[in-house]
C-alpha cells in the first residue's frame, strides 16, 4: 500500500503570500491531521478532518485553514505568510478517529 | 492528554539493545501509550503502542508497568539506521477524545560502532 503522499516537498514564499499544501492519504484512511514543526516549538497539532468536516482544532491564527475533499484527500492554506510561518508541515492518516496515525514525508516552507 | 516525560538523550553501541524510558504518570485508563520516531527531517515514523499488556512487533518491543505510569521501548539489536529521536505519546482511545497527538521534545538515541 503507497503511503501518504504530500505536495510539493520544498516549498519558497514571501511574506504576504499565501500557500497551499497537498496530502493524499493512505488508501481507505478516512482521516487527516496537519502538525507544524519547527526548531523553537517542536511538533504541534494543528487540524484534524474526517468526513470532510474539521474535527478538532489546534492553537493557531486563522491564517491557518484546511479542508478534506470526499476522496478523502486533504488541503492546508497559510494565508498572510509570515517568517515564522517558515517550518516543516506534516500530514498524518489513519483509518478512523482512534486508529494509529501514519505520517507523511511532509512539506518544507521557508518564508522569505 | 497525559503529560511524559523522556530523557532528552541516549547513547547505545551498535548491536546492543536500547532500552527507551518514558513516565506518564498521569496516564488514564482509556489512553493508549504510542512510540514514535523521527529520523532528521522526514515525517514521524510509527513503531508500536499499548494499552495495558507488553506489546512486541518487527521493530520494537513495548513494556508497560503494571500501574501503567511508565513504559519502555526496547530495540533488541540497534543500528546506526535507528539514531533518530523518539517519542512517546499518550493518546485517547475513543472517538471523541479527538484523533490529536501531542508530541513532548523525545528522546534523542545515537546509535555508534
Same mark, same amino acid.
Given at each position: 500500500?503507497?503511503?501518504?503522499?504530500?505536495?510539493?516537498?520544498?516549498?519558497?514564499?514571501?511574506?504576504?503570500?499565501?500557500?497551499?499544501? +497537498?496530502?493524499?492519504?493512505?488508501?481507505?484512511?478516512?482521516?487527516? +491531521?496537519?502538525?507544524?514543526?519547527?526548531?523553537?516549538?517542536?511538533? @504541534?497539532?494543528?487540524?484534524?478532518?474526517? +468526513?470532510?468536516? @474539521?474535527?478538532?482544532?489546534?492553537?493557531?491564527?486563522?491564517?491557518?485553514?484546511?479542508? @478534506?475533499?470526499?476522496?478523502?484527500?486533504?488541503?492546508?492554506?497559510? +494565508?498572510?505568510?509570515?517568517?515564522?510561518?517558515?517550518?516543516?508541515?506534516?500530514?498524518?492518516?489513519?483509518?478512523?478517529?482512534?486508529?494509529?496515525?501514519?505520517?507523511?514525508?511532509?512539506?518544507?516552507?521557508?518564508?522569505? | 492528554?497525559?503529560?511524559?516525560?523522556?530523557?532528552?538523550?541516549?547513547?547505545?553501541?551498535? !548491536?546492543?539493545?536500547?532500552?527507551?524510558?518514558?513516565?506518564?504518570?498521569?496516564?488514564?485508563?482509556?489512553?493508549?501509550?504510542?512510540?514514535?520516531?523521527?529520523?532528521?527531517?522526514?515525517?514521524?515514523?510509527?513503531?508500536?503502542? !499499548?494499552?495495558?499488556?507488553?506489546?512486541?512487533?518487527?521493530?520494537?518491543?513495548?513494556?508497560?508497568?503494571?500501574?501503567?505510569?511508565?513504559?519502555?521501548?526496547?530495540?533488541?539489536?540497534?543500528? *546506526?539506521?535507528?539514531?533518530?529521536?523518539?517519542?512517546?505519546? &499518550?493518546?485517547?482511545?475513543?472517538?471523541?477524545?479527538?484523533?490529536?497527538?501531542?508530541?513532548?521534545?523525545?528522546?534523542?538515541?545515537? &546509535?555508534? *560502532?
Amino acid at each position: 500500500k503507497a503511503g501518504v503522499t504530500q505536495t510539493p516537498r520544498y516549498l519558497i514564499k514571501t511574506r504576504g503570500q499565501q500557500v497551499t499544501l +497537498s496530502c493524499s492519504p493512505i488508501s481507505g484512511h478516512r482521516s487527516v +491531521s496537519w502538525y507544524q514543526q519547527t526548531p523553537g516549538q517542536g511538533l @504541534q497539532f494543528l487540524f484534524e478532518y474526517f +468526513s470532510e468536516t @474539521q474535527r478538532n482544532k489546534g492553537n493557531f491564527p486563522g491564517r491557518f485553514s484546511g479542508r @478534506q475533499f470526499s476522496n478523502s484527500r486533504s488541503e492546508m492554506n497559510v +494565508s498572510t505568510l509570515e517568517l515564522g510561518d517558515s517550518a516543516l508541515y506534516l500530514c498524518a492518516s489513519s483509518m478512523d478517529r482512534v486508529e494509529t496515525q501514519y505520517f507523511g514525508p511532509g512539506t518544507r516552507l521557508l518564508v522569505l | 492528554d497525559a503529560k511524559t516525560t523522556q530523557p532528552p538523550s541516549m547513547d547505545c553501541a551498535e !548491536g546492543r539493545a536500547a532500552n527507551l524510558p518514558c513516565n506518564h504518570s498521569t496516564i488514564s485508563g482509556n489512553e493508549y501509550v504510542y512510540w514514535y520516531r523521527q529520523i532528521h527531517s522526514q515525517g514521524p515514523q510509527y513503531i508500536i503502542h !499499548g494499552l495495558k499488556n507488553n506489546e512486541t512487533n518487527e521493530m520494537a518491543s513495548l513494556i508497560i508497568t503494571e500501574d501503567r505510569k511508565s513504559s519502555t521501548l526496547i530495540l533488541p539489536h540497534a543500528t *546506526l539506521r535507528d539514531t533518530a529521536v523518539y517519542y512517546c505519546i &499518550v493518546r485517547v482511545a475513543f472517538t471523541g477524545g479527538g484523533n490529536k497527538l501531542t508530541f513532548g521534545t523525545g528522546t534523542q538515541l545515537k &546509535v555508534e *560502532l
